[in-house]
């Protein structure tokens, strides 16, 4: 089993910056690739990035292109989104996940942390 923790959300305004941390234990090793998602009201949860956990090759939603950038720390088994320019429809609940390979269908990642709200005000 891996356990993902995730953390740094917060209440920002508009064009301000944030970083999620995603800490992993556990079995640790069976992690090939992780990944953030992001769940709004009413909506479905959805891709945000992916990072490589060997190579670090990344690969961004159209959405955060530019503004976000996903980063690991392998010595630290942490994973960390950096998030500029925020938007007010960046609001959601990020969740951050682990699994065998980097994907962007969430049905692929086998770990997911517990969850970290951002809101963006105008």
């Known amino acids: 089993q891996v356990q993902l923790v995730d953390s740094g959300g917060g209440l920002v305004q508009a064009g301000d910056s944030l970083r999620l941390s995603c800490a992993a234990s556990?079995?640790?090793?069976?992690?090939?690739?992780m990944g953030w998602f992001r769940q709004a009201p009413g909506k479905e949860r959805e891709f945000v990035a992916a990072i490589g956990w060997i190579g670090g090759m990344t690969y961004y939603a159209d959405s955060v292109k530019g503004r976000f950038t996903i980063a690991r720390d392998a010595a630290k088994n942490t994973v960390y989104l950096q998030m500029n320019s925020l938007k007010p429809e960046d609001t959601a609940v990020y969740y951050c996940?682990?699994?065998?390979?980097?994907?962007?269908?969430?049905?692929?990642?086998?770990?997911w942390g517990q969850g970290t709200q951002v809101t963006v005000s105008s």
């Open positions: 996940a682990a699994g065998p390979g980097m994907s962007r269908i969430r049905g692929h990642y086998d770990y």
């Open positions: 556990g079995r640790t090793f069976s992690i090939y690739a």
